[in-house]
Nanobody
Framework: QVQLVESGGGLVQAGASLRLSCAASGRTSSSYHMAWFRQAPGKEREFVAK????????TYTDSVKGRFTIARDNAKNTLYLQMNSLKPEDTAVYYCAASFGGSNVPQSYDYWGQGTQVTVSS
């Protein structure tokens, strides 16, 4: 089992920045791919960004490229999502997830955090 705990969400104005954190514990593995997803009210959960734990290759959804950065601290078993130039359409609950597979599809992820709310006002 892997436990994931997100933190760092909040209410900000458009153009502001936030950094989300995801602390992993339990049977953590260097083979996991780690990802951030988000879900806005009434919408499907969508892929935001992912990073392979080995090698650190990253992938972003088009709407956040150039604004969000996914990063990790191996020593702390923590994944981050730096979000800059936030827009109202970024408002959602953000979830951290872990998977051996590394796809962009939520159904392929085995472990999930409880989510952290990000609200961006215009």
């Amino acid at each position: 089992q892997v436990q994931l705990v997100e933190s760092g969400g909040g209410l900000v104005q458009a153009g502001a920045s936030l950094r989300l954190s995801c602390a992993a514990s339990g049977r953590t593995s260097s083979s996991y791919h780690m990802a951030w997803f988000r879900q806005a009210p009434g919408k499907e959960r969508e892929f935001v960004a992912k990073m392979s734990w080995i090698g650190g290759s990253t992938t972003y959804t088009d709407s956040v490229k150039g604004r969000f950065t996914i990063a990790r601290d191996n020593a702390k078993n923590t994944l981050y999502l730096q979000m800059n130039s936030l827009k109202p359409e970024d408002t959602a609950v953000y979830y951290c997830a872990a998977s051996f597979g590394g796809s962009n599809v939520p159904q392929s992820y085995d472990y999930w955090g409880q989510g952290t709310q990000v609200t961006v006002s215009s």
